[in-house]
């Protein structure tokens, strides 16, 4: 037995000096930029704690020089929004030969845009709020008549739940919309969904335990709920049924192999009355702060953070 656990140990320390030179990517300027932060510094601290070689740099800064000068072999994106979830950041990596965490660029430029992928979901039999894209010229009534009162406007391509609206009348789709029309990115109004939001998150290949959400004084699970009261409730495990949850989560699974996500990733979702999962989005790079859903989940399943981090950091080959 303590041959076998010398042998793990010496294995487990060769798999760490794989990593040669760690890149935590963090920060940036998106509108996530301050969980970034936050993510950013956890995941940081975790790796270090491995004894992984790992350094922190901040992608407001010139971070393509800093990739260079220290010779990092492998990125650890901790970057939230447009900064770490569009593709962009991941096709630079390509570029430079350094390996990274996550999703690739066509997966992460799909999911990003809600509009893309609902309509996936949609064509290959998933279910999805109704939605549909509205600009300057789309009639109020036609909205209404499509989707009934209230329902939701936000922005296609934004997290965190930033730039989302309950509309319930005329005067207030007017105001909201000319609001989210500034940030020039598509507009979404969708279908507002009723009951509680569940979340499946996701890791090498398999969906872990299924987080209910209570977002108590809010209308939804809004940035707010997400990342600074600490009166939501997150219910873990989430009260289904074992086969139900069991169903729901293959089906996540198929959701998440569809997008070919690969490490982790988030899938947020409602039940209909049949227990089937009406998909929301996917993200390619979930918050890891402390109101983060993904190590929530992890925890359940007996997997610490600083174990999750390292299991994330492996997807990066």
């Not at 935590?24 to 940081?44: H, M, N, P």
């Not at 979404?188 to 004084?217: C, D, H, R, V, W």
């Not at 999962?277 to 190590?295: F, K, W």
Request: charged content about 25%; some cysteine.
């Amino acid at each position: 037995w303590i041959l076998r656990s010398e042998s793990l140990v010496s294995m487990m320390s060769d798999e760490i000096k794989s990593y040669s030179k760690v890149g935590v990517l963090y920060g940036g300027s998106s509108s996530e930029r301050e969980i970034s932060l936050i993510t950013g510094k956890a995941v940081f601290e975790s790796l270090k704690s491995k004894g992984v070689e790992v350094i922190l740099i901040d992608t407001i800064e010139p971070f393509i020089e800093v990739l260079k000068t220290e010779k990092v072999t492998h990125a650890w994106i901790a970057l939230h929004g447009s900064d770490g979830e569009d593709g962009k950041m991941q096709s630079i990596l390509n570029m430079l030969n350094i390996k990274y965490t996550g999703s690739d660029p066509i997966t992460c430029s799909i999911t990003m845009n809600k509009y893309f992928t609902k309509s996936i979901l949609k064509s290959n039999g998933f279910k999805t709020p109704e939605f549909m894209l509205v600009d300057s010229n789309t009639e109020y009534e036609n909205i209404s008549k499509e989707l009934k009162e209230p329902f939701v406007l936000k922005q296609c391509s934004e997290g965190s739940s930033i730039g989302i609206y309950i509309i319930e009348n005329r005067e207030e789709y007017s105001s909201c919309f000319s609001e989210i029309e500034k940030s020039n990115d598509w507009v979404i109004a969708e279908q507002f969904m009723q009951g509680e939001e569940y979340t499946s998150t996701y890791l090498n290949g398999k969906a872990l335990p299924i987080i209910k959400i209570k977002a108590k004084n809010h209308e939804f699970y809004d940035y707010d709920a997400k990342y600074l009261s600490d009166e939501t409730e997150y219910i873990c495990p989430c009260g289904l049924d074992a086969e139900i949850e069991n169903a729901i989560n293959g089906e996540c699974e198929r959701a998440f192999n569809l997008f070919n996500i690969k490490g982790w990733g988030r899938l947020d979702f409602f039940l209909d009355d049949d227990s089937s999962p009406v998909i929301l989005e996917i993200n390619t790079v979930p918050g890891m702060t402390t109101h983060s859903l993904v190590p929530m989940s992890a925890k359940e399943a007996g997997i610490n953070f600083e174990s999750l981090c390292f299991e994330i950091l492996k997807s990066s080959g």
